[in-house]
């Protein structure tokens, strides 16, 4: 069983950086990767945003945060982060760091089949 801590999240104007980590914690033996969701305000569902798997070697970036974030993963540290830069309003949101036993979830960004999910850091970018 995974646990996973998100920190970083805050408030920041357009144009401005943040950086999320998730902290990685308990016991599994299975192979895992990770992956950033967001969830937008007032909208029940969550999208992917990026995801780390194969071990690390490749990574997954949603169009819409392409060449403005950069996930990666610290495996001595058990930790994840995103750097998050050109921060736009639209990137306002709930991120959720989450893991799977499946790479193919990590590198599609499909929610549905993510084990294990932190609970939420708030992004909020001001104009």
């Known amino acids: 069983e995974l646990q996973l801590e998100e920190s970083g999240g805050g408030s920041v104007q357009a144009g401005g950086s943040l950086r999320l980590s998730c902290a990685i914690s308990?016991?599994?033996?299975?192979?895992?990767?990770m992956a950033w969701f967001r969830q937008f305000p007032g909208n029940e569902r969550r999208e992917g945003v990026a995801?780390?798997?194969?071990?690390?070697?490749?990574?997954y970036y949603a169009d819409s945060v392409k060449g403005r974030f950069t996930i990666s993963q610290d495996s001595a540290e058990r930790a994840l982060n995103l750097q998050m830069d050109s921060l736009q309003t639209t990137d306002t949101a709930t991120y959720y760091c989450a893991a799977a036993h499946l790479d193919v979830y990590c590198s599609t960004g499909f929610p549905l089949g993510m084990n294990y999910w932190g609970k939420g850091a708030l992004v909020t970018i001001s104009s």
């Open positions: 995801g780390i798997y194969g071990d690390g070697a490749s990574t």
């Open positions: 308990g016991s599994n033996y299975s192979p895992y990767c």
